[in-house]
């Protein structure tokens, strides 16, 4: 029977720059600013855009103004509505193409957003805010290449942007340069020390190569820097301390992930990880299921409960489960039904 559990893995691979757990919206919003008066009350914002365009249907800022209350809402069909309102009337208005784009972006339309900020690029070859963002929907389409020749492009207008270096080591992890990643890393955090995006992922980088201390070193730096909103770096901090059979100290990251984010899956089925090796087997189950409960369609948590269960004499569950874990991608869990559900 297979008592090994070999689904670790770390967490958040690919972190992005500022915290994407605070604030979804940087991905696609380096640029616009927003007043005080949006942030307090959007929907009381919009009505009164609504009444300013009744008033005069050619009101470009008002429809441009409650696009941008709507994307911030997570309207974003209603938002691109208003864009391209003003694109219609003004065709040369760079900022309605730009936040037109992040909205496409937010709906996964990423050839719709490259459209788009490449349009903002041809109007204004030096924005380089447009150039970043085009790089991030190029890498969301695994056009690494693509995204690399973007962030080379926001690093030659402005080379002191560390964003732009930490987006580019990204690509560049995803096509297996690690040495040009961690030159990427290296960089954003000679440019700005606090960049805990760019420690967290130069930390991915070294565990990959099995230089867990170093990990580690980098993983603590970005706690340091932002404890409060270090989900992913105590996430991945626990998996190097899990490598090194550290897994009491794995435990205790994993459960400081999951109380910044009370639904990470990925710190939920590590800490079953760890709990199997410590042999709480009855614990594991419990965070395997709430894994589970959170994303039903988590081929890992699966997979991992189904052969705690097994260990635990329960065949028919952990049967139940693996097959699951088959159905929803894990190719491993064929040869574990062979192993042990016959």
């Not at 208005?93 to 900020?117: C, E």
């Not at 089925?269 to 965070?287: E, P, Q, S, T």
């Not at 065949?315 to 991608?329: H, P, T, V």
Request: aromatic share 10%; charged share 30%.
């Amino acid at each position: 029977m297979k008592k090994t559990l070999l689904l670790l893995f770390l967490c958040s691979v690919f972190v992005s720059a500022c915290n994407t757990q605070v604030d979804t919206d940087y991905t696609y919003s380096r640029k616009e600013v927003i007043t005080d008066s949006f942030q307090n009350n959007y929907q009381k914002e919009i009505a009164g855009y609504d009444k300013a365009i009744e008033n005069d249907p050619n009101d470009t800022d008002a429809y441009y103004n409650r696009g941008l209350a709507k994307k911030d809402l997570k309207d974003y069909q209603g938002a691109i509505a208003d864009f391209c309102k003003v694109i219609m009337m003004n065709p040369d208005d760079t900022d309605a193409w730009y936040n037109r784009g992040h909205a496409k972006k937010a709906l996964k339309d990423y050839q719709g957003a490259i459209a788009d900020y490449s349009k903002v690029i041809m109007m204004n070859p030096e924005d380089a805010d447009a150039y970043y963002n085009r790089g991030r929907a190029k890498d969301d389409l695994k056009d690494y290449q693509g995204a690399i020749a973007d962030f080379n492009k926001v690093i030659e207008i402005n080379p002191k942007d560390a964003d732009a270096y930490n987006e580019r080591g990204l690509a560049k992890k995803r096509l297996k340069d690690y040495k040009g990643a961690i030159a990427d890393y290296n960089k954003a955090i000679e440019i700005n020390p606090e960049n805990e995006a760019a420690y967290n992922n130069r930390g991915i980088v070294k565990d990959d190569d099995e230089d867990y201390d170093g990990a580690i070193e980098d993983y603590n730096m970005a706690i340091k820097i932002s404890p409060d909103y270090a989900a992913e770096a105590y996430c991945n901090r626990g998996v190097a301390k899990d490598n090194l059979l550290d897994y009491q100290g794995a435990l205790a990251d994993y459960s400081m992930a999951i109380r910044i984010d009370s639904n990470y899956v990925e710190a939920y089925n590590n800490r079953g990880l760890a709990k199997d090796h410590i042999l709480d087997h009855k614990g594991a189950i419990a965070d395997y299921s709430k894994a589970i409960a959170i994303n039903p369609e988590y081929a890992d948590a699966y997979y991992n409960r189904g052969l705690t269960r097994i260990i635990l004499n329960q065949k028919d569950g952990g049967c139940l489960d693996l097959n699951k874990a088959l159905q929803s991608g894990d190719k491993d869990a064929y040869e574990a039904i062979k192993e042990n559900c016959r």
